[in-house]
């Protein structure tokens, strides 16, 4: 059998044993174009790093980060004399992305508005892209009296929560998922749209903190290193980056992660927790 028809036969067993809902598989990696702020760059980041390990050895990303509401889409959108939206539609106009990830931060009067002008101008160049959302974390875990928010235990239950995961899950399910990317996607029928459940990695990590589950030593607050938070705003440590990124591998590039060797120079086995992160993220949202 010569070497073409052997490398079709592949080629058609690889399409015949796909799951339809999964994300794009490809050994070679793909390009990513990644547009966010600090709770969304960590994770591109670790993507990066932890893609190239797990043998993608053509992952390319081009990371456009900016801090706080200015990370949004709408904002990157808005402003549209910014060398940062010029970067953005530089990168989609070169017509070779395969990935568009954008975070979940949005306008609360039109929560689509943002993600919508990008997809748009996406797909002029891009008609087979692929959209994702990274579900960021509440912020201020123990709150802000400048902004006067309040603790997370007192947030969620001003909100008739009994828990802020309890409060984050309904975030997802009734904001993100039912009134932005249900509707994205009946805006956009051909379009390949999923999240990724980027948050639970913060809030699972802190629950365990807090019950004393982790085989490390890690404070709640403090050095990156040795920390859920390493400030009040509850910007992530390194612990949370790498569970994080984990996620997204396994969201982006379906990695088994149980048999991902990736070492996080943690005791406590974060690719488990991880997997069950994502083994537990909404089936019609992967």
Same mark, same amino acid.
């Given at each position: 059998?010569?070497?073409?028809?052997?490398?079709?036969?592949?080629?058609?067993?690889?399409?015949?044993?796909?799951?339809?809902?999964?994300?794009?598989?490809?050994?070679?990696?793909?390009? @990513?174009?990644?547009?966010? !702020?600090?709770?969304?760059?960590? #994770?591109?980041?670790?993507?990066?790093?932890?893609?190239?390990?797990?043998?993608?050895? !053509?992952?390319?990303?081009?990371?456009?980060?900016?801090?706080?509401?200015?990370?949004?889409?709408?904002?990157?959108?808005?402003?549209?004399?910014?060398?940062?939206?010029?970067?953005?539609?530089?990168? &989609? =106009?070169?017509?070779?992305?395969?990935?568009?990830? @954008?975070?979940?931060?949005? =306008?609360?009067?039109?929560?689509?508005?943002?993600?919508?002008?990008?997809? %748009? #101008?996406? &797909?002029?160049?891009? *008609? !087979?892209?692929?959209?994702?959302?990274? &579900?960021?974390?509440?912020?201020? *875990?123990?709150?802000?009296?400048?902004?006067?928010? *309040?603790?997370?235990?007192?947030?969620?239950?001003?909100?008739?929560?009994?828990?802020?995961?309890?409060?984050?899950?309904?975030?997802?399910?009734?904001?993100?998922?039912?009134?932005?990317?249900?509707?994205?996607?009946? %805006?956009?029928?051909?379009?390949?749209?999923?999240?990724? *459940?980027?948050?639970?990695?913060?809030?699972?990590?802190? $629950?365990? $903190?807090?019950?004393?589950?982790?085989?490390? $030593?890690?404070?709640?607050?403090?050095?990156?290193?040795?920390?859920?938070?390493? =400030?009040?705003?509850?910007? $992530?440590?390194?612990? +949370?980056?790498?569970?994080?990124?984990? +996620?997204?591998?396994?969201?982006?590039?379906? +990695?088994?992660?149980?048999?991902?060797? #990736?070492?996080?120079?943690?005791?406590?086995?974060?690719?488990?927790?991880?997997?069950?992160?994502?083994?537990?993220?909404?089936?019609?949202?992967?």
């Amino acid at each position: 059998m010569n070497t073409i028809l052997k490398f079709m036969i592949v080629l058609l067993l690889s399409s015949c044993t796909k799951d339809d809902n999964s994300a794009p598989e490809t050994s070679l990696g793909s390009n @990513m174009l990644l547009i966010g !702020n600090s709770f969304f760059r960590p #994770y591109a980041e670790k993507l990066d790093e932890m893609a190239i390990d797990a043998g993608f050895v !053509n992952h390319n990303s081009t990371i456009v980060n900016r801090g706080g509401e200015n990370g949004r889409a709408i904002n990157f959108w808005n402003d549209s004399t910014s060398e940062e939206h010029n970067l953005i539609k530089l990168n &989609l =106009d070169q017509g070779n992305v395969d990935f568009f990830g @954008m975070t979940s931060g949005h =306008d609360s009067n039109n929560r689509i508005e943002g993600f919508k002008a990008w997809i %748009e #101008y996406a &797909l002029q160049n891009n *008609p !087979n892209i692929t959209v994702f959302i990274s &579900l960021a974390p509440f912020d201020f *875990p123990n709150g802000d009296l400048d902004s006067n928010r *309040p603790d997370w235990d007192t947030f969620a239950a001003e909100n008739n929560f009994s828990s802020i995961q309890e409060m984050f899950n309904a975030y997802i399910n009734d904001i993100v998922h039912n009134e932005i990317v249900d509707q994205l996607r009946i %805006e956009f029928p051909s379009t390949r749209i999923f999240t990724i *459940p980027t948050g639970w990695a913060t809030f699972n990590l802190y $629950q365990m $903190q807090i019950d004393g589950l982790l085989l490390d $030593q890690i404070d709640m607050f403090g050095s990156s290193a040795s920390s859920i938070f390493v =400030d009040s705003k509850g910007h $992530q440590g390194d612990i +949370v980056k790498k569970t994080g990124g984990l +996620v997204w591998l396994n969201s982006i590039y379906n +990695v088994d992660l149980s048999a991902f060797n #990736y070492q996080t120079g943690f005791n406590t086995d974060l690719h488990e927790i991880a997997k069950q992160i994502t083994d537990s993220h909404d089936s019609n949202y992967k």
